[in-house]
């Protein structure tokens, strides 16, 4: 069951060496995102995830709030 | 969106899911940096002046309109010990009688902004509602700095 991180648990997991994942549309991404943050928009999850990254390092998915 | 890609991940087979529900907004709220286009655009964090003088509830006015003027300012903000504002002191409130308490002299609880939102967008809230300044917070209502109508004309 994924957990939830509150943005400090985010930045000491990132510096550790977790994987950070904007789902929002690449525009967005484009426009802002969060630093070592990748793009894989929800839509192209199933595709990308399995090459883009690594399943035995933590994963960290966010959007634009919880909606 | 992010608890269905979360879910979609650990059935992918990935062992360690974990979900930002904050997101961006909350980031950005907190006035953390981000990357991409927007992040080189000027926004209120980066322009509101951090050197606005602050006091406490219970300071004379006298004194904080003492300061704030040597300083070369016409404003105070009121915060308490974490910095979260209660209130401000523009021009008009600290030539009120100098011997009452701040808490009595301040416009209490002004709106305040989010560091995230861009220059422009302040600009032209300003000029229509006739602001020469506004109060930049964080999400949590801690002071960023005063942002001042001419910061954002430029």
Redesign the interface.
């Given at each position: 069951?994924?957990?939830?991180?509150?943005?400090n648990e985010?930045q000491h997991?990132v510096e550790a060496g977790?994987q950070l994942?904007?789902?929002?549309p690449e525009e967005e991404?484009?426009?802002?995102?969060?630093?070592k943050?990748v793009s894989i928009p929800?839509g192209r999850?199933?595709d990308e995830?399995?090459t883009a990254?690594d399943?035995?390092?933590?994963?960290?998915?966010?959007?634009?709030?919880?909606? | 969106m992010s608890p269905r890609a979360a879910w979609r991940l650990e059935s992918l087979g990935f062992v360690e899911v974990y979900e930002y529900r904050g997101g961006k907004l909350d980031w950005m709220a907190a006035g953390l940096p981000t990357e991409g286009t927007n992040a080189k655009r000027p926004r209120a964090g980066g322009l509101a002046r951090a050197d606005v003088p602050t006091c406490r509830l219970d300071e004379r006015l006298g004194d904080v309109r003492n300061r704030a003027r040597e300083q070369g300012w016409d404003a105070a903000v009121v915060i308490n010990s974490e910095r979260v504002v209660f209130g401000l002191l523009r021009a008009k409130e600290l030539d009120l009688e100098a011997d009452q308490q701040v808490s009595q002299a301040m416009r209490p609880a002004p709106s305040t902004f989010r560091p995230y939102v861009l220059a422009e967008e302040m600009a032209a809230y300003m000029r229509d509602h006739e602001r020469v300044s506004v109060v930049i917070t964080t999400s949590d209502g801690r002071l960023v700095g005063l942002l001042r109508q001419e910061d954002v004309s430029g």
């Open positions: 069951m994924p957990r939830e991180v509150d943005r985010l997991m977790a994942v904007e789902v929002l991404y484009a426009e802002d995102h969060l630093p943050a929800l999850l199933d995830a399995p990254l399943r035995n390092r933590p994963v960290i998915v966010y959007c634009w709030d919880i909606a | -």
